[in-house]
C-alpha cells in the first residue's frame, strides 16, 4: 500500500463546475497538509496548508482534512480554464527540516473546458 | 525575493558526460532539498541538506553527488548517468512544514 493515495485519476469537468480532489494517507504521524498545483512543465506550487484537522478557505478554494479518516479533500469553486494543471496533495510528520520528508500524492491532471 | 532559481532549465547530457545542476535561494530558508519527477508522476525525495549538512539520503546512485557550499546554494552533480535517469529534477527550500517553494526544474535528458 503506497502511503498516500489520490484521486480521482484525470478529471475534465466545464468551466464553472465544482472539483473535487481527495487523498487518503496510512501514516498517523502525518500533521501537516498541503496541496500544491503544478502546471506543465514548471515546479509546484504552494496552494494550500493545514495543520491537523480542520477546514480551510482561500476565495475558491477550500482544503479539509479529516485525521481519524485519514482524509485530505481539496475543493474547486467556480472552477476556471486557468485551473488546468495537476493538482498534488503533501504531507509531512514534523516540524523543521533536518529529518522531514514530504510526500506527495500520486496527482490529479484537471482539465477545465471553457 | 522569494524564488527558487534552478540552472539549467534544459540539459542533454551522455552517459559519460558530467554535468551539475545549480539551485539559489535567497529566502533565508535553512532547508534545501532534490526532488526527482518522472512524467505523469510525483516528485520522489533524493536529498534533504539542513543547516548545510546532508540530512537524508533516499538511496540515491552514487552517480548524483548532493553539495551545498553555503546556506543559499544547493548542486547536484551528475556523472555516468543512465537513460532511465532522465526526469525533471526539482529543487525546493523550506523554513517550516508549510514553507516549501520549489523552483522550476531541470529537464535532463540522457543520451
Known amino acids: 500500500q503506497k502511503e498516500v493515495e489520490q484521486d480521482p485519476g484525470p478529471l475534465s469537468v466545464p468551466e464553472g463546475a465544482i472539483v473535487s480532489l481527495n487523498c487518503t494517507y496510512s501514516?498517523?504521524?502525518?500533521?501537516?497538509f498541503m496541496w500544491y498545483r503544478q502546471y506543465s512543465r514548471k515546479g509546484p506550487e504552494l496552494l494550500m496548508y493545514t495543520y491537523s484537522s480542520g477546514n480551510k478557505e482561500d476565495g475558491r478554494f477550500t482544503a479539509q482534512v479529516d485525521k481519524s479518516s485519514k482524509y485530505i479533500s481539496l475543493f474547486i469553486r467556480d472552477s476556471q480554464p486557468s485551473d488546468s494543471a495537476t493538482y498534488l496533495c503533501?504531507?509531512?510528520?514534523?516540524?523543521?527540516?533536518?529529518?522531514?520528508?514530504?510526500?506527495f500524492g500520486t496527482g490529479t491532471l484537471l482539465a477545465v473546458q471553457p | 525575493d522569494t524564488e527558487v532559481t534552478q540552472t539549467p532549465k534544459h540539459l542533454v547530457m551522455g552517459m559519460t558526460n558530467k554535468k551539475s545542476l545549480k539551485c539559489e535561494q535567497h529566502?533565508?530558508?535553512?532547508?534545501m532539498y532534490w526532488y526527482k519527477q518522472k512524467a505523469k508522476k510525483p516528485p520522489e525525495l533524493m536529498f534533504v541538506y539542513s543547516y548545510e549538512k546532508l540530512s537524508i539520503n533516499e538511496s540515491v546512485p552514487s552517480r548524483f553527488s548532493p553539495e551545498c557550499p553555503n546556506s543559499s546554494l544547493l548542486n547536484l552533480h551528475l556523472h555516468a548517468l543512465q537513460p532511465e535517469d532522465s526526469a525533471l529534477y526539482l529543487c525546493?527550500?523550506?523554513?517550516?512544514?508549510?514553507?516549501?517553494?520549489f523552483g522550476s526544474g531541470t529537464r535532463l535528458t540522457v543520451v
Open positions: 501514516n498517523s504521524a502525518f500533521q501537516y
Open positions: 529566502m533565508g530558508h535553512r532547508a
Open positions: 525546493a527550500s523550506s523554513d517550516s512544514n508549510y514553507g516549501y517553494t
Open positions: 503533501a504531507m509531512s510528520a514534523e516540524y523543521g527540516g533536518a529529518t522531514n520528508k514530504l510526500i
